[in-house]
């Protein structure tokens, strides 16, 4: 380009993600699986001498931001490499509750009131298009989903309803345009219909949290 030759490189650091070639995200799931681990080893250190809300907090502040920041990006990668992740957050959660890690964490997370790597991608999710059915994202963005009603005009109950994008491959099944009309779709519609964006994500993690 310009008489300047590109170079190919396997994996590219973006805004703290990193971009690999293949777009599998590996090499981002496999950084964040180190510092995870990182987070772990803190809290074993000091999780006989600190009490759980402190351990909690130290877990929120060192641990909890590598699961939400670009997870609507990379929370698309393969099932294979999004539970590396889930499993060292579960161990971190029986680490904080000082319970055996063989043990189901279901109740473990109700009990700390948080939510699963799968359920903050939902969130995630759900908050985006909140914003798009609310008209708060670029026209790009926008662009890029169908509304049920602007095709079967007759289904005025549908109107926030969002067409699902079918794919026949695993990798785009698993992107935002195939899984985020599905999440939406599955909301009820009362808090689709929260009057803004906070209402939203506190109405939709009351109800994760008591299905977690």
């Known amino acids: ?106 109740a473990l997370f109700i009990c700390l009131h948080l939510l699963k790597l799968h359920d903050v991608y939902e969130l995630e999710v759900g908050s985006v298009l909140y914003n798009l059915v609310h008209g708060s994202l670029p026209h790009l963005l926008c662009n890029m989903f169908t509304f049920v009603h602007n095709i079967h005009i007759c289904q005025i109950r549908q109107i926030s309803q969002i067409c699902p994008f079918f794919s026949y491959t695993t990798r785009s099944s698993n992107s935002l345009l195939c899984k985020g009309p599905m999440i939406w779709n599955a909301i009820p519609t009362c808090i689709q219909q929260s009057h803004s964006l906070k209402c939203f994500v506190l109405s939709l993690k009351s109800i994760v949290v008591r299905r977690v």
Not at 15 to 27: C, S, V
Not at 29 to 52: D, E, F, G, Q, W
Not at 54 to 61: M, P, Q, R, V, W
């Open 1 to 106: 380009m310009s008489n300047i030759v590109i170079q190919c490189i396997k994996c590219v650091n973006f805004l703290g993600l990193l971009i690999d070639e293949r777009l599998d995200w590996q090499e981002h799931i496999h950084s964040y699986k180190n510092k995870l681990t990182s987070s772990l080893y803190a809290i074993n250190r000091v999780n006989n001498c600190l009490p759980v809300s402190a351990l909690k907090t130290i877990n929120c502040a060192l641990g909890y931001p590598y699961l939400t920041y670009g997870i609507i990006s990379w929370g698309s990668t393969y099932k294979s490499h999004f539970t590396k992740l889930f499993i060292i957050q579960k161990i971190i959660i029986c680490s904080i509750l000082n319970r055996n890690y063989m043990e189901h964490s279901h």
